[in-house]
């Protein structure tokens, strides 16, 4: 009898605890990846084409009587159109106004054999949007199945200028441009002499800085006497030790810190006469490295740093610990977040970290070439009103359209020029079971983000102020520019691509492995010895052969841009 | 023996053709079919695609093409694997590594078996049971996780516990060591695995005749006479055929496991094929690169595998096939 009750009690216990962790873990919350190109929410919808029965009540302005059905294939598995097609509003201006009813089809996997089969067989959909880095789109111009933006410009829609360095960016070896890209950065869409954010943004404890006086931290030996201070004036927060400077995991293939490093220290990526430098090998970035083992050798880095993987780090920051992080803030706000909610105080600030002479960082801003591009297939029958839509997309009315929705309807002007969500807009938000769906805001495949980014409302919690990235990269605005050719224009026709693909995989492999060891080095004289090695052994790994390459492939980058000198210092 | 009584003498039937068993057998051989259908989808069709070992098909865009496509390059990449500085490293680490698992980790889990089987209080051996098991059901990179807290430098249990006990003088970063690399792999998959593993073992050793064992204490056999007497060679069978297995797994790693305590300051030590194959082959793309090492490990695998099957032949007088 006591056997049966004991076992029943346990066989209870067993089935209690079972069923609370399904339960714990069906309750996880599910933490949405904070994505850099800032896509707007794809609410699950029916991507198959509906059949319109019959036009909208109101006259559309420059209408077409009859309706083109076309396909538009998106190489994402994920991405949805973001409304409802055919029943919202969305949709129906586009049936009304450019006479189209558009069937958008994406893969199941990840389209590398859908975009295959396309340019084998030439069956290609009227639109196609692919990654931008991938050789698809000059594949499909190659072949011939496209029909060149010039040319629908041409045709159909004299008056669309799109921009033209980006315009240019996309050209292909004919001089023509087949692709249109979504979230591009133009500089001439700048005001001039306007500077956008860094990518990056070095930060450190407000609080804690204000204890110790906001000291003076304008070179780098500045900066490691204020980090000593730190580790033995302040020593502890919340009783946990302070760690006084922390730097991304070290993966196989180096540091993310001591990348950023390169810009803070200005160290220069083209030469006098235009060439393309390997940082690396610039006497000038001796200093990074200096600058780390010194750190490290005075204690100010953490020995779990070179052992710790990013859910490590974000601990660290969370738990209030870290110091100064040679960090870019977007990749930690979650922690950060954690940390504000916690202590209000705990708030991290953007510092410029100069090298050891004091000179001003030269750092990379958040632009870019566009994250998809859209191809126009030659075969297409709706090419005039693809033309048309297209030029749409791409105007201010359109993409007030795409992001904001309606006048009076879902948002209205303030006097500045920046937007607030009407009452009505706001309640079908609140209602989060996809209301606003029935407008059919948010299509993101040709979207001028630079246009649109500065209109929406301000954040008003005071968490996502402080977080916001515009806010926390303030004081590093003045010190960022366009560095962007210097990652060079890929040219996938190239003949020795491969090879050199793979001799820099293998170079940054060994980089990877030798980054550490510099480092952890006892002294100055061992690590420079250890540096000096790496770069001999990288030599002899084919360093060289590479270089010219990637000195080419700038090249083609500034000669698309229209530019003679990328590095910023040479263009003031 | 007198011939007339040899069982096969008497019993000179011809064998049923392989047609007629099967349809006898159909229900039977239907349930099988599904199993011996995956084998076949998933095992040996892709065998197919080991050709792009000797072909060219590195960032091959579309794979399934380049398995027919691409030029033909013969045995360069096995020479490239072969060179490439980390070669040493990478296969003493694979094979080392494996060498000590098989030595600590085969007989861990039976001596514990044994042991838990002597175990006369009937709570306390279900309890030792049900804690050993738990570890097993946590994913490696979540024991993985916790172990490498518990390594930290600064707040980990680990080091502090080893500077107080004046083992250390001054801290030191374990997981950034090389030489310490396998020891930790070694004890933490003991942590991990034992419990689950010596269930095998205890249900061989439950199955055993007592009487065996009245008979032995009866004779005078104290506990390890027993042990060693009727307990280990009554389970032989299944040590053998586990010890085996295990042979033949030499050159697989647990890539989970090994994925969460690599860093690249252990990378000396850490460095095993399977790891390798992961950076190589699937984040950088170098397909046919990474086949040929594939290719490379699993014909090692079977040479190893023939030489345990031999050895084991002469030794217990049975092998695996």
Known sequence: MKAMKSKKISITLLSLVMAISIGLAGCSVNKGNSNNAKESQANPSSSASVETAGASGEPAKQGYDDVLNIDWYVNLSWWKYPGDYGKDKFSQYIRDRFGLNINFITPAGDGSDQMSAMIATGEIPDLVTVESWLDYKTKLAKGGYLVSINELIEKYVPDFKPYQDIFN????????????????????????????????????RKDIYDKLGRPDISTADKFLDVLERVKNEVKTYDGKSLIPLQLYEFTANGNGSASWLNEYFAVPYEDENGKLINRTYNPKYWEVIKFLNEAYRRGL???????????????????????????????FSDPMRTLYTADNNAQYEAFALRNYEGENPVLTDIRGFGWLVTLVGKDSKAQERIAKLLSFLNSKEGQHMVHFGWENETYT???????????EYKDAIAKGDGSEKKWGMGFNLQMDWYSVKDLFPQPEKPVDIYLAEKNMKKPLVQYSYDTSAVGGKPNPDHPDRDKMLETSNRLSLYWGKELPRIILADSEEKARAIFEDTLKKMDDMGRVKL?????????GAKQALGIERSWPPFRK | MHPEMHPSAALKKPRPNLIFRLRKQWQIQAMALFGIMFVLVFNYAPMFGIIIAFKMADYSVNLMRSITEAPWVGWDYFKEFILDYQFRDILLNTVGLNLLQLLINFPAPIIFAILISEIAHKRFKKLVQSI?????????IVFGGIIINMLSVETGVVVSALLKLGIISEPVSLLGEPNAFWPLIIITSIIKGLGWGSIIYLAAITSIDPTLYEAATIDGAGRFRRIWHITLPSISGTIIVFFLLSVSNLLNSSFDQLWVFQTPLNLERSEVIDTFVYKIGITQMRYSYTTAVGLFKSAVALILLAGGHLISKKVAGRGIF
Do not use: C, M
């Open chain 1, 547 to 555: 270089d010219k390459y990637n000195d080419e492939l700038f090249q």
């Open chain 1, 413 to 423: 002007y303030n006097a500045d020029g920046t937007i607030q969500w009407t009452q």
């Open chain 2, 132 to 140: 050993s098991y738990f570890p097993h059901f946590i994913s490696w």
């Open chain 1, 169 to 204: 960016w996309y050209k292909e070896s004919d001089g023509k441009t087949y692709a249109l890209p979504n979230y591009a950065y133009s500089s001439q869409a700048l005001k001039p002499g306007e500077q956008l954010e860094p990518n990056s943004a070095f930060t450190l």
């Open chain 1, 301 to 331: 880095i953490s020995k779990d740093n070179f052992t710790d993987k990013r859910d490590q780090i974000n601990e660290k920051i969370a738990s209030g610990r870290v110091f100064a992080s040679l960090t870019a803030p977007q990749d």
